[in-house]
């Protein structure tokens, strides 16, 4: 059934069962954590959170961990995104030399620019 007052798409797994296979079913309160998992077209989980029902997850940033896994793949792991890249920002050369040096790298203030 669709409901056109919802805004977006919902789903419901009232027997717990798709809960139970991703591990976020509490089976003693008889709800769902809220689980984000980013799955790469391998069928590789390369991510994933996991929050109590109090607590929702951002979208934005949802998205943005998909185009920095989808960055790393397509330069097959010549570029790296650090915490807070978006398109379009620096990205990194792993290798040896950045192993303990990303702060010379990458600045503290670029993770949270808009």
């Known amino acids: ?3 056109k007052d919802i805004p977006f798409a919902m789903l419901s797994d009232s027997s717990g069962a798709i809960g139970t296979q991703y591990g976020v079913y509490d089976e003693d309160a008889g709800v ?8 790469d077209p391998d069928g590789i989980v390369q991510a994933y959170e996991v929050l109590t029902p109090p607590v929702g997850r951002k979208l934005s940033e949802t ?50 620019e808009d």
Request: no cysteine.
């Open 1 to 3: 059934m669709v409901n």
């Open 32 to 39: 769902e954590n809220r689980g984000r998992f980013i799955i």
């Open 63 to 112: 998205l943005r961990q998909v185009q920095a896994f989808q960055l790393v793949r397509e330069t097959k792991g010549n570029e790296v995104a650090p915490a807070g890249w978006k398109p379009g920002k620096k990205t990194l050369k792993p290798g040896p030399d950045l192993v303990g040096n990303v702060w010379k790298e990458w600045k503290v203030s670029e993770a949270f």
